[in-house]
C-alpha cells in the first residue's frame, strides 16, 4: 500500500512539471486549484517584506461602507481606495507573517462581511458608473482583502463559522461586480482600438484576478481558470510594437494605463506560478509579455514613440496634453510589475538593457531615470501602496 502511495505522488509530480510548463491552451482549459487557499505564500525569507505593524488598530479603524457610488465620469468611488491605504496598515505586516496584523485583518474583514458592505446597487452594464462601481470594488477591497485573507488563514487559525461568513461574502462581491467582458463585442473603427475584444481591458484584466483568487479560496478550478482568457487576449492583441491598443489611446495617460494592464498581467502570472502554472512565456504570432515591457522601456528611452496612439484621448481623464505622459515614480500602479519581471527574466535583453542604463546615468531622461530607479531598489525597499499589484511588490513579486 506504502509503494502504491509513493508511485502515485511520483506520477502525481511527473504530470504536474510538465503540466505546468505545457502549451498555454491547456492550461486555459485544465489546470486546477493545486494549492487551495494559497494565493500568494507567505515568503520563508522575509528580508525585503514588512513584518512590523506601526498603526494601533484602535487609531486605524476602518469602517465598512456599505454602498458603491462611484462618479458617472472618470474616476472611481475614493472612500475605498482610503479603506484600503489603512487596511493595508495590516495587510502588508500580516503578508510578512506577523501575528498581530493577521488578527486585524480578519476582524476587519469579517466585520465588512457582516455588514454586507460594498454593495453595488447599480447601475445597469451599459452605464458608464458600472464600470467605475466594479472596478472600484475588485480593485480596492475584493482583490487586496482576498490576498489578505489568505495571507491571514496562512498564520492564525479561522473558526469554521466566521471563515463562511467572509467566504460567502466575497463570493457576492466578486460575482456582483463581475466585469469580465466576455459578452461585449469588440472596439470598432474610430475607437482607437480597432479590433481588440474588451476583455482585454485594464478593468476586465481587475475583474479577472478577482475571480481567480476567489477560485484559489474556494478550491474552485473553473473561476481559477477564468483570468487565462483575458490575459490571453490582452497578449495576442497587443501591436506589433508592444504597445497595448485599448490602454496606449487614453491621451496623457497612455503609459500610465499599459502599465495597469502590465501590472494586472503581471498578478495573474504569478498567481498562476504559485499554484505551478508558468504563463510568462505563452506567446501568440511574436507577441509575448516581453514584447510589452520592450514598448515600455522604448517609451522611457524615447516617449514620443506613443504620441501616434495617445493623440486619440479616448478617457483621458486629466492628463489631457499626451505629449506628457503621466507616471508617478513612487507609484506601484506604473512600475510594480518591473519588480516581477527583471527578477524572472534578469539576463533577457530587455532587463540587460536597463542594467546598462544604471551604469552611466548621466544621459538618461528623467522616465530612464524612473525605470532605473526601481530597477536598482529591486529586493530592496518595500513601496507604500499595492494598487493594482495587489500585495506589496518588493515581497511578492520578486522571485
Known amino acids: 500500500m506504502r509503494l502504491k502511495i509513493v508511485i502515485f505522488f511520483i506520477s502525481l509530480s511527473f504530470i504536474f512539471t510538465n503540466f505546468s510548463y505545457g502549451d498555454f491552451k491547456e492550461i486555459k482549459k485544465k489546470a486546477t486549484v493545486n494549492k487551495p487557499e494559497i494565493i500568494f505564500p507567505i515568503k520563508k525569507d522575509k528580508k525585503k517584506c514588512i513584518t512590523d505593524m506601526y498603526i494601533s488598530p484602535d487609531i486605524n479603524y476602518i469602517k465598512p461602507i456599505l454602498k458603491v457610488e462611484a462618479p458617472s465620469g472618470y474616476g472611481l468611488d475614493n472612500r475605498f481606495d482610503n479603506a484600503k491605504s489603512k487596511f493595508e496598515d495590516f495587510s502588508f505586516p500580516c503578508s510578512g507573517g506577523n501575528v498581530e496584523a493577521c488578527q486585524n485583518v480578519k476582524r476587519v474583514i469579517l466585520e465588512w462581511a457582516k455588514a454586507d458592505a460594498a454593495k453595488r446597487t447599480g447601475p445597469s452594464d451599459g452605464e458608464g458608473r458600472h464600470w467605475n462601481d466594479t472596478l472600484t470594488v475588485n480593485l480596492y477591497i475584493a482583490s487586496p482583502m482576498i490576498a489578505a485573507y489568505s495571507f491571514a488563514k496562512q498564520v492564525i487559525n479561522i473558526p469554521k463559522a466566521e471563515d463562511k461568513i467572509i467566504k460567502d461574502w466575497f463570493k457576492r462581491i466578486v460575482r456582483k461586480n463581475k466585469h469580465l467582458m466576455y459578452e461585449y463585442s469588440n472596439y470598432k473603427t474610430g475607437s482607437g482600438a480597432n479590433g481588440t475584444p474588451k476583455r ?52 496623457g495617460r497612455a503609459m500610465f494605463y499599459q502599465a495597469r494592464a502590465m501590472n494586472a498581467l503581471a498578478v495573474i502570472a504569478i498567481i498562476a506560478e504559485n499554484q505551478g502554472y508558468n504563463v510568462w512565456n505563452y506567446e501568440h504570432k511574436g507577441k509575448n509579455y516581453h514584447n510589452i515591457v520592450k514598448f515600455f522601456i522604448d517609451f522611457t528611452e524615447n516617449n514620443e514613440i506613443v504620441f501616434k496612439y495617445a493623440k486619440s484621448m479616448k478617457h483621458p481623464g486629466p492628463a489631457k496634453n499626451y505629449k506628457r505622459q503621466d507616471l508617478n515614480s513612487r507609484s506601484s500602479s506604473n512600475w510594480g510589475w518591473l519588480y516581477a519581471y527583471a527578477s524572472r527574466f534578469p539576463d533577457h535583453e530587455n532587463v540587460q538593457r536597463l542594467k546598462k542604463w544604471s551604469q552611466d546615468k548621466s544621459n538618461l531622461n528623467s522616465y530612464q531615470w524612473d525605470i532605473v530607479h526601481h530597477y536598482l531598489k529591486i529586493g530592496k525597499r518595500p513601496f507604500g501602496s499595492a494598487s493594482w499589484t495587489v500585495v506589496e511588490p518588493n515581497c511578492h513579486f520578486t522571485k
Do not use: C, W
Open 200 to 251: 482585454a481591458h485594464n478593468h476586465a484584466l481587475s475583474s479577472a484576478v478577482s475571480h481567480m483568487q476567489l477560485g484559489i479560496l474556494l478550491n474552485d478550478s473553473k473561476l481559477f481558470r477564468t483570468a487565462f482568457k483575458n490575459f490571453e487576449a490582452a497578449i495576442r492583441y497587443q501591436r506589433k510594437d508592444g504597445s497595448m491598443p485599448i490602454e496606449t489611446r487614453r491621451g
